[in-house]
């Protein structure tokens, strides 16, 4: 044995490492600055400061407790199992902030035996998987912006990231029941986007809608700013699915190539549906558009060939599309407060992008080449041959979703007997000055009491 390979850290592979951590910074300015700019811009001017607030405070809480426990909740060992026998659904909760945790050789142990060689540490692993973890309340955050009081979001988050994403986390990803079942989810369209938009959906019911007045008139203050964050939240899904091979292999690149593929699809779809609609197009149908895109090819990403990146672009915009602008004013959807309409943009988009991987999937599309005698890692189809596929996927998202609607109600109801889910009513009125003292645009703003 050479010297270099008895050298502790021998098994490191640079490129991996710096694709990791590049792949994982990536992600994380989806999440500061993208959407606490993109939501910044897309509320009414009052609201700017606070929304753009929350997602700073919930990017810190949710890094604090990974590191503590929730890591490895989501990816340790197994812990928890589901009843009859079906297997695990959470791992054993612990620290991974010791000198040898961070700096021994990366492995997800309930999912190793099907995984590749990762060639870095603990410390990157962490990393990576935490900026998804962060992303995913934030997302949730859309739905209940302008009104959820800040105490209540301060509990809520690291609690939610505790015991709702950890479980979905570690069924799908971590190697749990889920994944052993044969369910997939490429990047994060269980795991994130369906767990956000129904948690969301569920968490504005409970917390109620926002101000008549806020909800009748909510323009965005400014648009060239929401724009920016789109920006940046589309380009930084290049680290998104391209990282979740966890390896710079040609599945990364393949997925990269989709990701921005179906959005560029599926924000065309939209506004051209918007042009049909109403006669022109819209702003903010762009950045629905783009956001439905990202969000439904984020499962399929991998496993999919350009043409199905292609057809998920066209039909992630499609629907949501009709939920938004059809679905969405009757009066069952209009007694629930969505305030930036996730469950349109995530929750509809996201079954598409899941379901579509059970119809979709091309087994030539390979996600890990077999080394040492293993097989290549693929999916294959509805379209090529598997149906079972479909209702795999079909049980995978029926269990996210029970899982988010029933833990996320019960973690609010908990809450509310400590703290008030909502801002008093002055504090609603008035916006930000009230919260924090500060606004986004203070000018000629001195003895004004609220307003838009």
């Not at 989806?30 to 753009?52: D, E, F, R």
């Not at 962060?134 to 609690?159: M, Q």
Request: hydrophobic share 50%; aromatic share 12%; net charge negative.
């Amino acid at each position: 044995m050479s010297l270099v390979q008895a050298l502790p850290g021998s098994w490191l592979d640079t490129g991996d490492n710096a694709w990791q951590l590049t792949a994982a910074t990536l992600v994380g300015i989806q999440s500061i600055p993208g959407l606490a700019i993109l939501y910044g811009g897309a509320v009414k001017k009052k609201w700017a400061i606070n929304s753009a607030f929350m997602v700073f405070y919930a990017f810190s809480a949710v890094l604090v407790v990974w590191v503590l426990w929730a890591y490895n909740m989501s990816f340790g060992k197994p812990w928890l199992q589901m009843p009859n026998g079906l297997g695990v659904f959470l791992g054993h909760p612990g620290p991974v902030t010791s000198a040898y945790d961070l700096e021994r050789e990366a492995v997800i142990p309930s999912a190793a035996a099907g995984m590749p060689h990762l060639g870095y540490g603990m410390a990157t692993m962490v990393y990576f998987q935490f900026v998804f973890a962060a992303i995913t309340p934030i997302i949730l955050f859309g739905a209940i912006l302008g009104r959820v009081s800040f105490k209540a979001w301060a509990i809520f988050v690291p609690c939610w990231t505790t015991f709702i994403y950890s479980v979905g986390a570690y069924s799908l990803w971590g190697g749990g029941w889920l994944g052993q079942m044969g369910v997939v989810d490429y990047s994060g369209g269980f795991v994130i986007h369906l767990s956000s938009a129904f948690s969301g959906f569920t968490a504005a019911a409970v917390i109620g809608p926002r101000t008549a007045r806020d909800r009748e008139n909510f323009q965005p203050n400014n648009l060239l700013i929401t724009l920016a964050g789109a920006g940046l939240l589309w380009l930084g899904w290049s680290g998104f699915n391209g990282g979740d091979p966890y390896t710079a292999n040609v599945d990364a690149g393949a997925a990269v190539l989709n990701t921005h593929l179906a959005t560029a699809v599926a924000l065309l779809t939209w506004t051209f549906l918007d042009i049909i609609a109403y006669g022109r197009p819209s702003i903010l149908g762009v950045v629905n558009g783009m956001i439905c895109g990202l969000v439904a090819i984020t499962p399929a990403a991998g496993y999919v060939n350009g043409i199905g990146a292609m057809v998920i672009g066209v039909a992630c915009a499609s629907l949501p599309w009709v939920t938004w602008n059809l679905l969405g004013k009757t009066a069952l959807m209009r007694k629930v407060d969505d305030t930036l309409g996730v469950i349109h943009t995530h929750g509809v988009a996201a079954l598409v992008g899941g379901l579509g991987v059970g119809i979709l999937a091309d087994p030539k599309m390979i996600e890990y080449f077999g080394t040492n005698g293993d097989a290549n890692f693929s999916i294959t189809g509805a379209w090529y041959g598997n149906p079972h596929q479909f209702v795999l996927q079909c049980i995978g998202a029926a269990f996210i979703i029970v899982l988010n609607v029933v833990g996320t109600y019960i973690l609010l109801k908990l809450i509310s007997l400590f703290v008030p889910l909502r801002m008093d009513a002055e504090t609603l009125l008035i916006g930000d000055d009230a919260v924090h003292a500060e606004e986004a645009y203070a000018i000629a703003t001195e003895g004004r009491m609220g307003g838009d």
